[in-house]
């Protein structure tokens, strides 16, 4: 007749399995500050090292998926560029019938609307012309002033402890709940190879 910790030995392999697992993922994120313990210094994995992962993060971002080069040839882009032409087109509009007229009403009197669509299409064609020009100038003196790498590694090493932890639970959470299971299983797998030894 076996003991009730021998029918018990599976359930406590598993429960210490999953125990051991939920503590260490716990601790990659706990204690946030350094605590001491018999002499020995201890805080969790990501509250301890956020600056280096802070930087490092901040390389991968900028040399592997961000480039200042790539947003820029975007914004150069003469098909999106072409997409702005309505949107001027209704300001030059509004400024030429509207504006214009309230600022020097002399003009309506001479200028027709005729001319007026003359000159709107003058001043489209420049604008077609200056657009790209000025977009140009302005990436880059953007590129110069800015630093992806740094941005990043700014904003991860300035996050709280609990938002930090926050985001790499929300991205993590099904791998977290899987090391779980796998501890628990292979607690319950030692358990059940334990009974079987003892019979032996």
């Not at 309505?86 to 509009?93: A, G, N, Q, R, V």
């Not at 110069?144 to 930090?164: C, H, N, P, Q, W």
Request: avoid cysteine.
């Amino acid at each position: 007749m076996h003991s009730v910790m021998f029918w018990l030995q599976p359930i406590i392999g598993a429960f210490i399995g999953w125990v051991t697992t939920w503590l260490a993922i716990k601790m990659l994120f706990h204690p946030r500050n350094p605590i001491r313990v018999l002499g020995i210094t201890i805080q969790g994995v990501f509250p301890k090292r956020q600056q280096q992962v802070a930087e490092q993060l901040g390389r991968i971002v900028a040399k592997e998926l961000i480039h200042f080069s790539e947003i820029a040839a975007l914004l150069k882009d003469t098909e999106q560029l072409k997409s702005l032409n309505p949107t001027i087109e209704k300001h030059l509009d509004n400024f030429l019938q509207v504006k214009l007229k309230e600022k020097l009403p002399v003009i309506s009197m001479f200028v027709g609307t005729g001319t007026m669509d003359k000159i709107k299409e003058g001043m489209m064609e420049e604008i077609g012309l200056l657009l790209p020009e000025i977009i140009h100038q302005y990436t880059d003196s953007l590129s110069k002033r800015i630093d992806i790498e740094k941005m990043v590694t700014d904003k991860v090493a300035g996050f709280s402890s609990d938002k930090l932890e926050e985001i790499l639970e929300a991205v993590m959470k099904k791998e977290f709940w899987f090391l779980e299971v796998v501890a628990l299983v292979l607690g319950l797998i030692i358990g059940l190879i334990q009974m079987g030894l003892s019979l032996l």
